[in-house]
């Protein structure tokens, strides 16, 4: 199976810097892994906490369309119960109109606290009315008939999209998955691909041993067929360079903010405490195995272990950060895309075989190669003497 590889962006930019300026670094970051062969990219939806600033991923990837050529964007993720079903299905059908098949549809109940009070919703029905909604936008996606439908949150009266995707049957799907077993089981349900947002915690690697269980029971359940895991994508942060030491001194300074300030005292992520160092968090996501913060090699290796711990997955996604310059973050994607994705691509076999067929052939090739010369000298040699 070849993997597939991407970026996942929340985005992540510290509160009081210039917004205009970090959108714009995003778009950029786009137009520059599209130039690396990368698969697909996804942004988020947020609303609150003064880090996250994408309102509207369709919006946001819509920018991102006319400045990219292959790589397929996602919307990771928008949070159904923010919307009303028929509003997503539009915007999505729209984003795929205008990328020429390009939309991927991320769906989640809602990330932050902040964002759904806000909005007067009862943190209880958030993950219900994700799996509601997202199986009225699948309806509607695929669906010739009008639909009909109440619930308690929105109806749809005789309603059918005016545009049909401009993928067949519809944009890939994917549901996010953090640490409840909610998103796996709504993905099997619907037939969905899965977004492992959590990958880099001790309780979301914990989960991706077991998750894909319930992904499975719930497929049998509704009577889908069995999810293929070649759909599901796992997040994990990382950044690469020539050694060690070096990536590990390229961001322990800026993955502090990111952890202290926004995950652990804005946010309040809980059973998490403040790190004193950078390099003590680094070294603990490393050790993990739920982070890469070194070389290539090392990269290779961390993928390898989370192949064999959740059993086979088909998409990495980078999660995005700003924890050194731009400079170094791109050359960490470039790494990434010229010494890990071959080996995960089957890029570089026959390559590689064909160099050690030529080194293990090496002397016997040359004294053909030396005999040659040896005669053509000889012979223009008698052919001067006659």
Not at 21 to 48: K, N
Not at 83 to 103: K, M, Q
Not at 317 to 344: C, D, Q
Request: hydrophobic fraction near 40%; charge should be negative; proline fraction near 6%.
């Amino acid at each position: 199976m070849r993997m597939q590889f991407g970026v996942f962006m929340a985005p992540f930019h510290r509160a009081g810097e210039h917004p205009s300026l970090a959108l714009q670094r995003d778009l950029d970051l786009f137009s520059w892994l599209d130039e690396l062969g990368y698969d697909e990219v996804w942004a988020g939806e947020h609303h609150s906490g003064g880090w996250e600033l994408i309102a509207s991923p369709e919006l946001f990837l819509a920018a991102a369309g006319e400045r990219t050529t292959n790589i397929r964007l996602g919307t990771g993720v928008v949070s159904l119960p923010y919307h009303h079903p028929f509003h997503v299905a539009d915007r999505i059908v729209l984003l795929d109109h205008l990328t020429r098949g390009r939309a991927m549809l991320g769906v989640g109940p809602g990330a932050l606290p902040s964002d759904a009070y806000m909005f007067g919703l009862e943190p209880t029905t958030q993950r219900p009315r994700m799996d509601e909604a997202l199986g009225i936008i699948i309806r509607l996606l695929t669906e010739d008939e009008p639909i009909t439908y109440k619930s308690d949150w929105f109806e749809l009266h005789e309603a059918r999209l005016q545009l049909k995707p401009y993928q067949r049957p519809t944009m890939p799907i994917a549901v996010a998955s953090t640490i409840s077993p909610a998103g796996m089981t709504a993905a099997g349900k619907h037939g969905a691909g899965m977004l492992s947002i959590a990958s880099y915690t001790e309780e979301g690697l914990a989960a991706v041993e077991t998750q894909w269980g319930f992904c499975e029971e719930a497929a049998r359940a509704a009577g889908k067929p069995p999810p293929d895991r070649a759909d599901w994508r796992l997040v994990v942060p990382f950044h690469l360079s020539e050694t060690h030491e070096q990536a590990v001194a390229d961001v322990e300074e800026g993955i502090l903010p990111w952890y202290n300030e926004y995950l652990i005292n804005t946010l309040g992520a809980p059973g998490r405490q403040p790190v004193e160092t950078g390099r003590q968090l680094i070294d603990g996501m490393n050790a993990l195995g739920g982070g890469i913060v070194g070389t290539p090699d090392e990269a290779i290796e961390c993928i390898q272990k989370l192949q064999k711990l959740s059993g086979g997955f088909g998409c990495l996604l980078g999660l995005a950060n700003e924890w050194t310059t731009r400079e170094k973050i791109n050359h960490s994607y470039e790494l990434m895309a010229r010494y890990v994705m071959p080996e995960f691509q089957d890029l570089t076999s026959w390559i590689k075989r064909s160099r050690d067929w030529t080194l293990e052939n090496k002397d016997d090739l040359m004294a053909g190669t030396q005999k040659a010369l040896d005669k053509a000298i000889a012979d223009h040699d008698q052919g001067a003497k006659g």
